[in-house]
């Protein structure tokens, strides 16, 4: 095991992330073992730990915040999703949301591993130099996928609310639905996700306007498009459900929906920057290099 | 019966298992003629520690003796104490000794011996039956053992296995669903439309999870200023409030949970109120009861999103399911709990020959 290697901790912090998942899947289902109480929220800390230690690493490798390539960004949302968690878990005692924020993590965690051209190593390139031209891209992209990890967890939140309903209505309660917490109480979590997603989201966009504004040929359209529809999307759920008009399941329903399609656009911008440029993201390009093509 | 041997524990008790409820209360106990009861059983010759357990479902006595003591004579005094006949006491009646003792107080005392399997209040009973038997100086070291081990297997019971799953009781059945569409009841505002024996037990449930916002309407509220004013007494009853029957409509969107329990057989809330209701508190959901029959509540307001309604089948539904559940576990409880029993019954035999 070396604690150097970027890959090698990501594994393992998965690995910990995923028996987090089992541990608190056993808990939930009843198979008492008094080591087990605050054994997932012990793992998932330490995988935190891991995983911010990998991040950090690729960070030095690529002098900048490491998002790069897919697998960076997947890590990133993940890492974000596992800090979101720990920030909220200092408030509420949520641990059946640990559990299925390990379980996430967990899998696409590795998934993105299993894949090795998700993770190109582009810093080894000759004419790399730098992933972000400016620090305010870096904020920027940080930023914006933190507000992706909220997400995330906003997309956790609104599934636990859904199975809770589905229960309720259909009034058949399983071992798990009795684990979940109550649904008005989830409601008020994933508005409060929201709200917070939304401010990140749109302090990214104007971080990242900035920029823009400087040097509108550097981002393409494809990439502006999805972040402005994405942030027009997100605001106008959360202005929907302060005004009373989108709630309950057509709320959790719009929420999930719209995290696929932001998982999907990162897709997207990635395609599309692999098909008009040798950096890995139009973004982030440097623009002394794009001024040289 | 035949005159015993000697015998370290003896019990002799009756509960709904071996007797109906006529029966139950020739041999129950009245609350003043305990004292009474305690002194004439402790004169009892070769009896040592003794103690009883009177509720409205069990009489029972615990006797240890290190010496000889005739399981006679307790059953004797206690059908002379109750005037009853003896052969009347022994068919109503069951004899355990020893083991059979420990093994019977942890099913009683973990709620599997219950006529409701698994609810929780027998532990309190035999707590309060082994605390009144300590201020007496009645129960000494055999006892004082076997009642403080017979908490503990009560308490592993309810931990480790699913005797105590899911509420059966209505008004608790209605407080878990509360619970779970707003989290903690007390915060819940409960309106009931009826005052039956329904209402009531809901009412009782709510109030015992302090909540503080409960209020009763009817039909009785307003028409007739003579007759008696039952919504207002129920309000009164359980520290809540009485609604004008006439404005139960405009209010709805002021509560979290609203019961119907009437024998009006007319609809009384439709699918426009709850809508209006709705347009006032569009993000908090609404439980609705409607434990009329027939229905209070038009059915389609289950439509609209983010309303809860349920009827008495499907609490009637819950309620059997979680027996069920219940029932499931006793097997594997009593199989664990004999376990327990023998254990701790060969500890006391085996201090008893080392002493």
Redesign the interface.
Known sequence: MNVNDTRELLWLAGGLYGLAFAIGFLKTFKINWTPFRETPLAVISLGFILHTRALYIRGLDVHGCPLGNTLERIQFILWSLILAFLILRLLWRLDLLGSFCAGLSFCAGWLSLLFPQLDSNYWLSENYEKLFSSPWIELHASIAIFSYGLFSLLTIVCSMYLVQRKALLARKFNKLSSFLPPIQELEVAAMRLLTVGVLFLTISIIVGGMHWTRHPELVSHAKLSVTLVLWIGYFMVFVLHKTGKLYGSKFSKTSITLYFVTIGSLALVNTRTKETNTTPQSVITNPENSSNE | MSESISQSLFLLGCSHQVADLSAREKISLPSGSIDEFYNGLGKIKGIEEYLLLNTCNRTEIYAASKSNLSRNLIIQYLSKFRNLDPEFLNRYSYQRSNHEVVSHLFEVASGIDSQMVGETEILGQVKKAYSDACKRNISGKMLNRLFQKGFQAAKWAR??T?ISR?QVNLGNVLCE?A?????KVANCRLLVLGTGEVAENTMEAFKSRASQAITVTGRTFDWCPLSRNKPSELAEKFGGFALSFNQYKDSLHLFDVILTSTTSGQSMINVEDIKRAM?KR????LFLIDASVPRNIVEDV?NI??V?L?NMD?IS??ANENLKSRMSEVEKCRGALAQKAQKLWDQMTQQREIS
């Open positions: 931990t480790h699913g899911g669903l619970r779970r569409i707003f989290g347009k569009p993000a908090k959901p289950a999103d983010n809860f349920y499907d539904e819950i």
